[in-house]
């Protein structure tokens, strides 16, 4: 049965014979393999092009500020997997990437979108906080969340965003998307009644974008880097488990307040 207007699968990333690798139209062997860093070889895989030394800096910093950040939920699920199933590391770290969404890591495809809609406005001749403000008013009236401002550790901004902000003005990146950034933490307040101040959900897409990253594998940079971090901590694991002593910590925090049999008390310690 056929579904779509696509009948022959192409692809322009990797093909290969018994002698040589392309990948992206280049000998993996004699011209990537001890060539390029690791991250060089993810931009070139994902866009088909070498990052210019700006855009290599920027993607750079976004994956070392996201890869870690203690025991987030994405850790202790991974952590757990890994203690109940030592020999599947592929399990664990998928545990863990799997809490991608719109609430964790997967925040700064959202906040970008959000800084795209903004920039239309802009280009249809408002101001960064007319259009932040419209923008960010318009989603609250449609009840969607605003993604990347706020953090429950860091009250004021996200230390990680005005290091992601330095690098970018720094190696000269378009600095359009950090201004509407900072329109929108400005626009929260006006719209929330209450302040909101940038983290690094937010840097990341303000950043990335003014890089010439594209926002359709923004998702892709935090599960990424968090892949790194989730390795780092299943090594730990192997070392120092602490997997079943978050179980017994979850459970033992855990008030029940449901229904009891007749005659049944259950002593919650």
């Not at 322009?12 to 014979?17: E, F, K, L, Q, V």
């Not at 088909?48 to 890869?67: C, E, M, N, R």
């Not at 599947?88 to 959202?110: H, M, Y």
Request: proline share 6%; hydrophobic share 45%.
């Amino acid at each position: 049965m056929k579904i779509g207007k696509v009948t022959v699968p192409r692809t322009a990333i990797c093909t290969a014979d018994e002698d040589t690798i392309v990948v992206r139209g280049k000998d993996l062997c004699r011209e990537l393999i001890g060539k390029l860093s690791f991250t060089e070889y993810f931009h070139l895989l994902l866009t088909g092009k070498h990052p210019t030394p700006a855009a290599l800096a920027v993607l750079d910093a976004t994956l070392v500020a996201i890869a870690e950040h203690g025991l987030v939920p994405s850790v202790q699920a991974s952590r757990m997997t890994f203690a109940a199933a030592p020999d599947a590391l592929q399990g664990a770290v998928a545990a863990g990437i799997l809490g991608c969404g719109s609430v964790i890591l997967g925040a700064s495809e959202t906040a970008g979108r959000l800084f795209l809609e903004i920039e239309a406005r802009m280009q249809a001749g408002e101001s960064p906080d007319d259009a932040a403000l419209f923008v960010v008013r318009a989603w609250r009236e449609a009840k969607r969340p605003i993604p990347g401002y706020g953090h429950p550790l860091h009250k004021k901004r996200d230390p990680r965003v005005d290091a992601l902000f330095a690098v970018a003005r720094t190696q000269g990146t378009d600095l359009r998307y950090v201004t509407i950034a900072e329109a929108v933490e400005r626009a929260i307040p006006k719209v929330l009644g209450r302040e909101l101040n940038l983290n690094v959900s937010a840097a990341i897409p303000a950043v990335l974008l003014g890089a010439g990253f594209p926002i359709e594998s923004m998702r892709g940079v935090p599960i990424l880097a968090r892949t790194a971090g989730l390795i780092a901590h299943l090594y730990e694991e192997t070392q120092m488990p602490i997997g079943f002593a978050l179980s017994y910590q979850a459970e033992s925090a855990v008030e029940y307040v449901g229904d009891l049999p007749p005659g049944v008390a259950i002593k919650q310690e």
